[in-house]
């Protein structure tokens, strides 16, 4: 595919907001895709919130998808959102299991997400269970839990219990147990 239409096509898929699958497995889009070329489309959907599945054809993963699937990488790591896959549904992922982790974190995040519907005292009890299994653990996920309920810890905050050199924290009531005390420290 020539250069200048493929940016045109960028184009258009950037213009499309509501697109939520990218299908370049069927049609004319079924083409030997070349390297900047997927460089390029990838740098494009890492600002598409609502794309949900590029489908593409690799017929060499690591030459379409950059040494060690670095474009891949990249793509996945800004838009959390996005699942590529080939022809048959199935994701594309390397050898090292960094793509498989990356998805695996997406999911994750897709996940926290959803729990912004629920009610405030379930999000606390999820969000405060989370952080408790997860923080010492696993930074990413607890950053990213933070990032969408950055209320909640607000909320937890409130209820913290600190004595007076800082070093014991626990929660001394709850936004479901109003009727305790907070001590002051």
């Known amino acids: 595919m020539p250069d200048v239409v493929a940016r045109e096509f960028f184009h258009t898929v950037l213009a499309n907001l509501d697109l939520q699958v ?9 083409t030997h895709w070349m390297i900047r070329q997927i460089e390029e489309l990838f740098d494009c959907l890492k600002k598409h919130r609502a794309l949900q599945t590029l489908k593409i054809t690799a017929y060499d993963e690591e030459t379409s998808f950059g040494l060690s699937f670095i ?25 090292e299991g960094i793509v498989e982790e990356l998805y695996s974190l997406n999911c994750f995040y897709q996940g926290s997400a959803e ?8 999000r606390a009890s999820l969000v405060a269970t989370t952080l408790v299994k997860s923080a010492s653990k696993d930074f990413q ?44 420290g």
Do not use: W
Not at 22 to 30: A, K, N, R
Not at 73 to 88: A, F, G, K, M
Not at 115 to 122: D, L, N
Not at 145 to 151: A, I, K, R, T, Y
């Open 22 to 30: 990218l299908d370049l497995t069927t049609g004319p889009f079924h």
């Open 141 to 184: 996920r607890t950053a990213l839990m933070l990032e969408n309920h950055s209320d909640i810890l607000h909320e937890l905050m409130q209820y913290a219990d600190i004595d007076a050199e800082g070093q014991e924290t626990y929660f001394a009531s709850s936004p479901s147990r109003p009727d305790r005390k907070r001590r002051r």
């Open 71 to 95: 474009y891949l990488r990249n793509l996945l790591s800004s838009n959390r959102n996005l699942v590529v896959t080939n022809e048959n549904g199935n994701v594309y992922a390397d050898e």
């Open 115 to 122: 729990i912004v519907a629920f009610s405030s005292s379930c």
